[in-house]
């Protein structure tokens, strides 16, 4: 193994240093940025164990995109990446509807649709789960006790997101 010349140091220190940065940019915008909103979010595991947080939005037909409403009603499994667009209301989240493109929209998430094997149904009266795509900064999260009941061991929260820019980290867990 032969020794690394100084300016070959410096270039592999400096591609590092250059890839850091890139990767660790957008996540300081999102902690940097002003814009709070909360939304629904679900659990399997309880606030004290930095639990993985999956934020769900239930779309109605019309809400979706009209290549999703005709892929849906010709097929029995259907998964694609999504854009969930959204209307904000007192700081509140609300879903307006659903795409396959990215939109020019001020506040939009991504996230995906996957249905398998959902039979025999009127596709026009059916609810469609869109998971969305946020990462996790808890800072404060409260805690079920053990003796509290539970959906379907489901742990229910009002999750605060911090936004920007189609971007968002859960910040806070509040139950519901």
């Given at each position: 193994?032969?020794?690394l ?32 909103f909360t ?26 995109d009209?290549t999703?409403q ?36 001020r ?25 969305l ?44």
């Amino acid at each position: 193994m032969r020794k690394l010349t100084v300016s070959e140091w410096l270039i592999t220190v400096g591609l590092s240093v250059i890839c850091l940065l890139v990767v660790a940019f957008p996540l300081w915008q999102i902690l940097q940025s002003k814009e709070t909103f909360t939304i629904p979010a679900i659990s399997y595991q309880n606030g004290d164990d930095n639990p993985t947080i999956t934020i769900q939005v239930e779309a109605s037909f019309d809400q979706l995109d009209e290549t999703m409403q005709q892929s849906i009603e010709n097929d029995d499994a259907y998964q694609t990446k999504v854009y969930a667009i959204f209307d904000e209301l007192n700081g509140e989240l609300t879903l307006r509807r659903v795409q396959l493109t990215k939109p020019d929209e001020r506040i939009f998430l991504e996230g995906s649709l996957y249905l398998y094997n959902y039979g025999d149904h009127d596709s026009k009266q059916f609810t469609y789960p869109i998971t969305l795509n946020v990462g996790q900064a808890i800072r404060h999260a409260d805690v079920y006790e053990p003796n509290e009941p539970l959906i379907d061991y489901e742990y229910r929260w009002t999750a605060t997101l911090r936004y920007n820019n189609g971007h968002a980290l859960v910040t806070q867990l509040k139950k519901r």
